[in-house]
């Protein structure tokens, strides 16, 4: 757990979680302590000028009443519930972002973390475990097509292929053969890891 924090954190600069210049509070929703103190550190190394720690759902959510943040990072698998939920629940109060770190890629949790709001979802390694390998660049990738990045970015809104069809103007059957093409660049058919891929490459958002 503690190389999940740190390695999960290590990112956060590039992608601009913590705004130097302000005043800014964090939320670290961690079952681990060591990987709990670890990510306190980190964000308060990157900027953040208050960091609550929290090591349940009912923690963070006690602490959430009395604090209004910029950032929430939180385990998937808490003790006592999910930290999709908890990320959710806490974006609808207020907190702008949410960063959801797991030691998982189950495709489930990462279509869950995508559809409840969370855009940034980070799976690493446990201690004594290898990190499953995503291809963050397929040779499939370069050969999408606007349209393609278009319903790929839909698709990781949440949207059902007949949502996309609508908001394109297309068919849920020409929207279906749209994601077989991209199922076939990327090496794969699940629509969650079509979305970790491309949104690990930059492609979409």
Not at 24 to 33: E, G, H, I, K, W
Not at 100 to 123: I, K, M, N
Not at 138 to 145: F, T
Request: hydrophobic fraction near 45%; charged fraction near 20%; glycine fraction near 8%.
């Amino acid at each position: 757990m503690t190389t999940m924090a740190e390695s999960a954190l290590a990112r956060a600069p590039r992608a601009g979680v913590v705004a130097r210049g302000r005043r800014t509070t964090a939320l670290v929703a961690v079952q681990d302590l060591a990987a709990r103190e670890v990510a306190v550190r980190v964000l308060r190394a990157l900027g953040a000028s208050d960091v609550v720690a929290a090591s349940s759902v009912t923690e963070a959510r006690r602490a959430a009443v009395h604090h209004q943040g910029d950032l929430c990072v939180i385990e998937a698998g808490l003790q006592d519930g999910a930290g999709v939920a908890l990320a959710r629940d806490l974006r609808a109060a207020g907190w702008t972002r949410a960063v959801v770190v797991s030691t998982s890629e189950d495709p489930w949790t990462v279509r869950s973390a995508l559809s409840s709001g969370v855009r940034c979802f980070l799976s690493t390694a446990a201690r004594g475990t290898e990190a499953p390998i995503v291809p963050s660049s397929p040779d499939g990738l370069s050969s999408l097509s606007a349209r393609e990045v278009e319903v790929l970015q839909l698709v990781a809104d949440g949207h059902s292929n007949r949502e996309v069809g609508e908001e394109l103007g297309l068919s849920a059957l020409t929207v279906k053969s749209h994601l077989a093409r991209i199922a076939r660049k990327l090496g794969t058919g699940d629509r969650a890891e079509m979305v970790l891929i491309t949104l690990r490459a930059g492609v979409i958002s």
